[in-house]
Every structure is written in structure tokens, then in C-alpha cells.
């Protein structure tokens, strides 16, 4: 890439914006370094460039990509990181066509590809992916729905929230401090002969 924060967008959408396969491969071996490296989700991969080929296209005919959306694209020259927040739309064959959308954040780590013209390009070392919310979770027919509802994940959070800050409350009763003073305090008679 000779410049990585324009040209990560057509990255994205060659190996998530509905490709072939054909073309997920070609954006790989263009884009990634021979020993790249995969932190994902599912699955970890440390043996380069066709074993990142062989996943993308695992994932693609799982979650049958239908489109992407880059919404963010934060680039450091002086360490050659960058941060790629996206939104990609898929029809898992497991969801029963509903469409499932996944927000991930990317965090690739770029190095540098001297040219035989004596130019240097970039290509992706490293790349570790981050998800928002847990996609084989989103992808369920059941629960997928309620997982993804943020009507509903509020409200869990706040029973959650709740429940935890009542225990809380309930427990400091049994401290030591609370207990010679509370109602309990039979307890620093005992120990008073």
C-alpha cells in the first residue's frame, strides 16, 4: 500500500464486501506479508498467508458476507498501526436469512515491502480483530435477536447492575466492623472475657 489509510478501505471490502473467493485470495496475497499473522475471535493463525486465505474463506461461506461499512480509519505513520472500525453486514446460514450485522474493530500493524524500483510500500504483518459483541452468539435464531436488542441489554445491565450493588450492600453486614456494631453484636460481648 503506498498509503495505508485511503487503501485499507478497498482492503476491508476485498475480503468482507461480498468477494468470491477467488478474490478474497488475491486481496490477501497482495495486502498481508508472507509470515502475517490472524488474531481473531475463533482462531489464531501463525503460519501465513495461505492459512489466512484458508479462513477468510471458512468465515465467508459460514457468515455469507453481504456488505461492509468502514466507518473509522486511524493511522500512526511514526509505528505503522493503525485502527479500522467496521460494520459488516452477513446472512449466516444458521441465522434463517436474517441479516446480522457485527461491529469489529480492527488493529492492524503494517510493515515495510522495498520494491524492486526502490520504492517502500506497506503490507499487513499483523492483524487482531475485536468484536463489539459476540458473533456466534448474534447469529442464533433465537437468541440472536434479544442479544443484539440494546432496549434489552439496558435493562439486563441494570438488573445486573442492581442485583450485584444489593449484594453488595447485603454483605457488608457480615464484616467485622459492621457486625460488633449491628445487631449482631453478641459477637464483641464474646470476645470481651
Known amino acids: 500500500m503506498e498509503d495505508p489509510k485511503t487503501e485499507i478501505v478497498d482492503v476491508v471490502r476485498g475480503l468482507v464486501g461480498r468477494p ?3 478474490q478474497q485470495a488475491e ?3 497482495h ?6 499473522r490472524l488474531h481473531h475471535y475463533l482462531v489464531d493463525v501463525y503460519t501465513g498467508v495461505e492459512d489466512i486465505i484458508a479462513v477468510y474463506q471458512w468465515f465467508h461461506a459460514c457468515f ?4 461492509v461499512a468502514v466507518q473509522k480509519v486511524l493511522y500512526d505513520r511514526t509505528t505503522d498501526h493503525m485502527a479500522v472500525k467496521v460494520l459488516v453486514f452477513s446472512r449466516p446460514w444458521i441465522s434463517l ?3 446480522v450485522s457485527m461491529e469489529i474493530l480492527i488493529h492492524i500493524h503494517l510493515e515495510d ?8 510500500l506497506k503490507r499487513i504483518k499483523l492483524q487482531r480483530d475485536f468484536f463489539e459483541r459476540d458473533p ?7 437468541i440472536g435477536p434479544i442479544y443484539s436488542s440494546e432496549k434489552i441489554r439496558f435493562m439486563l445491565g441494570r438488573l445486573e447492575a442492581a442485583t450485584f450493588e444489593s449484594l453488595r450492600y447485603f454483605v457488608t453486614f457480615f464484616l467485622p466492623s459492621h457486625i460488633k456494631h449491628g445487631l449482631l453484636g453478641l459477637w464483641t460481648h464474646s470476645h470481651v472475657n
Open 20 to 22: 468470491s473467493f477467488k
Open 27 to 29: 486481496v490477501v496475497r
Open 31 to 36: 495486502f498481508y506479508a508472507p509470515d502475517a
Open 64 to 67: 455469507n458476507y453481504e456488505a
Open 97 to 99: 436469512g436474517r441479516e
Open 113 to 120: 515491502w522495498p520494491q524492486p524500483n526502490g520504492k517502500v
Open 136 to 142: 456466534i452468539i448474534q447469529i442464533l435464531p433465537i
